[in-house]
């Protein structure tokens, strides 16, 4: 029986890791713990806003640190599945415990059983995404670079997150609160539910854009400077109901999707018509050079 288990082991484990993404990950693991540091330190405090505040931004930059690292990993041929299970970890981390402690210390502890009971269920939502999108990955029963089934639980983090740098001080009003107790479950159903929601790795940067795509992504950027968490906020949650307009007209949002696809990104600069011609006036280098440079009289 002993040779039989000793049969079964491997005879060489691997050695080392990938060191740029895994410090990446690891980022986004410290942040997510940090977030929850401040959370338990500074709730019962005479000034918790200011630290609810914190970390909040704390989850949303944890998630711009797990965007890149797998995208380090791909451009760097880097991938392994060390990474892949450390970068699940990191985000039930940053994305599912330290989002489901801060909604509850903010707001959801004045619901007592209720609103322990919805954090805890939109971290057990988070995990099974999480969960679900390994298990689909490893078969490869579900491969789109266009779609997410289920929200992706950063995005579900980000919109917490946002909502409580939004008004970071404690929420008085009952009807409020009722509304973040409706967002927390609305949340956890959609990470476990079939909602398609767009994962825009399909955007080629590659490609030209008409000039106006410039323009409107200049604006963007403008907005966003001048009132940051209003704006996220109402981007992420736009977002958010992109997906539940996918479930409920399928048709509709994917025509429109292909719209502005063609939009955005599908106008060319130059049409076939003008590229050829530009193309024809261009002199050959053989004839070029085979013609006399000086031109004769008549």
Not at 12 to 25: A, D, E, K, M
Not at 78 to 91: N, R, V
Not at 150 to 159: E, K, S, T
């Amino acid at each position: 029986m002993k040779n039989d288990v000793q049969q079964k082991l491997p005879s060489v484990y691997p050695r080392g890791i990938f060191l740029l993404p895994s410090i990446l990950t690891g980022v986004n693991i410290v942040l997510g713990f940090y977030s929850i540091i401040l959370v338990l330190k500074y709730a019962q405090t005479d000034n918790p806003s200011f630290y609810f505040y914190r970390a909040g931004l704390l989850i949303v930059i944890a998630a711009c640190f797990d965007a890149i690292d797998g995208r380090v990993a791909r451009l760097t041929k880097t991938t392994s599945p060390f990474g892949a299970q450390l970068d699940s970890i990191a985000d039930v981390v940053s994305f599912g415990i330290a989002p489901a402690v801060l909604v509850y210390a903010w707001a959801l502890f004045r619901f007592e059983r209720l609103g322990w009971i919805a954090a805890l269920i939109y971290m057990l939502a988070g995990a099974i995404r999480l969960a679900r999108f390994n298990v689909l990955e490893e078969i490869h029963s579900y491969s789109s670079s266009q779609y997410f089934i289920g929200l992706p639980i950063p995005a579900a983090a980000i919109c917490l997150a946002l909502t409580v740098m939004l008004k970071p001080d404690l929420p008085d009003n009952i009807m409020l609160r009722t509304l973040i107790l409706v967002i927390v479950y609305g949340l956890a159903w959609l990470m476990i539910s079939k909602c398609r929601f767009r994962s825009f790795k399909d955007i080629d940067w590659r490609r030209r854009r008409p000039v106006g795509t410039l323009v409107i992504i200049m604006i963007l950027v403008g907005a966003v400077l001048h009132a940051p968490v209003l704006f996220l906020f109402i981007l992420m949650f736009s977002y958010v109901g992109s997906g539940l307009m996918m479930r409920m007209s399928p048709q509709w949002m994917r025509n429109h999707f292909e719209r502005l696809d063609t939009w955005f990104s599908g106008v060319k600069v130059l049409d076939d018509a003008e590229t050829t011609e530009l193309e024809s006036d261009v002199p050959n280098d053989d004839q070029s050079e085979d013609q006399d440079p000086v031109t004769s009289s008549d």
